[in-house]
């Protein structure tokens, strides 16, 4: 069973940038074998993924965050991070690690509900 726990989130004006970082544990669980993805939800929407990192190194973003948001993986601390820069009022959600996730044409899907607890970031104009 894996083990996911968010940090980092905050409230930050707009234009601005903060750093969620996942860690990820569990018997036998390694990052670098499973598919990890960031997802968001923002209050009265449904959750969306973000950005993923698959286990070749290849990299996915959901349109509205290309050029600002940034994944990225730390195999020793076995941690998924994603930076984010230049933040919008849009981006306002809780944002969820999930793991073991599927990609097809910026569609994320979580079929085995691995998620994380979740960390709040609001964004104001």
């Known amino acids: 069973q894996v083990h996911l726990v968010e940090s980092g989130g905050g409230s930050v004006p707009s234009g601005g940038s903060l750093r969620l970082s996942c860690a990820a544990s569990?018997?036998?669980?390694?990052?670098?074998?499973?598919?990890m993805a960031w997802f968001r939800q923002a209050p009265g929407k449904e959750r969306e993924g973000v950005a993923s990192f698959h286990e070749d190194g290849k990299v996915n973003y959901r349109e509205a965050v290309k050029g600002r948001f940034t994944i990225s993986r730390d195999v020793a601390a076995s941690t998924i991070d994603l930076q984010m820069n230049n933040l919008k009022p849009e981006d306002t959600g809780v944002y969820y690690c999930?793991?073991?996730?599927?990609?097809?044409?910026?569609?994320?899907?979580?079929?085995?509900?691995?998620w994380g607890q979740g960390t709040q970031v609001t964004v104001s104009s």
């Open positions: 999930a793991a073991d996730i599927r990609y097809r044409d910026q569609h994320w899907y979580n079929p085995y509900n691995f």
């Open positions: 569990g018997g036998g669980f390694s990052i670098t074998r499973y598919p």
